[in-house]
């Protein structure tokens, strides 16, 4: 584990994404590299990959791993969203592969300064860039019942409403500005039994919500599955790995709605709305991963992974 990370599903994405020599492929969460170095072997000598993340460390610690390839390799430091400008500004009609493993990295976790864990005590900031409010900024600012959504549905915190009016009460006398300091308060806030009962850390959600807002997870996919049937060449391959499951839905729903997109009423005989498929989903269930690679990278665990090819004629 020489760059601290290990590339999730690294057989399934090959599979799915078949790099070959003269292809070009994007991987819009380069993170340390993993699964952009295996596409690049597997394109050899000629294949080509961009690489985007929105977290400069990250891109200089690939720029160090992907340096044999040479010029094979560009690295862009902007988020996955921005791809479409990108392609454009290189004059390429589109790519042959594009790879999204959402999420943060094992790099960005065990950066206490970076404030995503728990763990360590240190500001509190969550941010995977260096643009944007902080989740320290996010918690001063939010209304309450913003507040309470935002953890409700991005954290999946069942006492989200007593956590937050917990948060809201305390700002008001200093502001919640390191990670010891939010993790004590929800603790504090989270009824005894509960406490007692989470197999995981009491605050594990209200940190995963945080983060989701701070960087604004599910909006960067939203846009990001809008536009990318347009940065496809015909037959190139999307392929996205997912953490959490209102991401998962996210893909699931969009892929399939670009696989079917006919919006005419169920009971006409023939389309006469004339949307064709922009793709075709080889494997219309999510893939999870083998036992055998959570019990080596128990980060795996929550993985599903979804792919989906352009059709050959672009509509
Ligand atoms: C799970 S890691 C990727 C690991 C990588 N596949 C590997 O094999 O090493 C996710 C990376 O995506 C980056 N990231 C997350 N959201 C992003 C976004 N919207 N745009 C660009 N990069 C993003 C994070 O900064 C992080 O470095």
């Known amino acids: 584990m020489k760059y601290g990370h290990q590339p999730v599903m690294l057989a399934e994405v090959l599979k799915a994404l078949q790099p070959r020599s003269g292809g070009t492929y994007v991987d819009g969460t380069l993170g340390a590299g993993g699964h952009a170095e295996a596409v690049l072997e597997a394109s050899s000598p000629n294949g080509r990959l961009i690489g985007f993340d929105r977290d400069q460390s990250a891109l200089d610690l690939a720029a160090g791993r992907l340096a044999p390839f040479g010029e094979r390799v560009s690295l862009i430091p902007a988020t996955y969203d921005q791809i479409g400008i990108h392609l454009q500004s290189q004059a390429l009609s589109g790519a042959d592969g594009i790879l999204l493993d959402l999420g943060v990295s094992s790099m960005q976790l065990d950066q206490p300064q970076r404030g995503f864990s728990f763990r360590h005590e240190a500001p509190l900031d969550m941010r995977m860039g260096s643009q944007g409010e902080t989740a320290a900024d996010l918690l001063m600012r939010l209304k309450q019942k913003e507040l309470t959504r935002i953890l409700g549905r991005y954290g999946e915190e069942p006492f989200a409403r007593r956590i937050s009016a917990r948060l809201v009460k305390e700002r008001a006398d200093s502001p919640i500005d390191t990670t010891a300091k939010l993790a004590s308060l929800v603790e504090a806030a989270l009824p005894a039994k509960a406490r007692r009962q989470r197999k995981r850390h009491p605050a594990t959600r209200v940190f995963q919500a945080l983060r989701i807002a701070v960087n604004d997870e599910l909006g960067q996919l939203e846009r990001f599955l809008d536009e990318v049937p347009g940065w496809l060449n015909p037959g190139g391959m999307v392929c996205i790995i997912s ?65 989906a090819v352009r059709t050959k004629a672009l509509a």
């Open 243 to 307: 953490y959490h499951s209102l991401e998962d839905r996210l893909v699931k729903k969009s892929l399939r709605q670009m696989a079917d997109p006919c919006t005419c009423p169920p009971d006409l005989p023939i389309c006469a709305c004339g949307k064709k498929p922009l793709v075709s989903i080889p494997i219309r269930k999510g893939q999870v991963p083998g036992r055998a690679e959570i019990s080596l990278n128990p980060r795996a665990r929550s993985a599903r992974m979804r792919y």
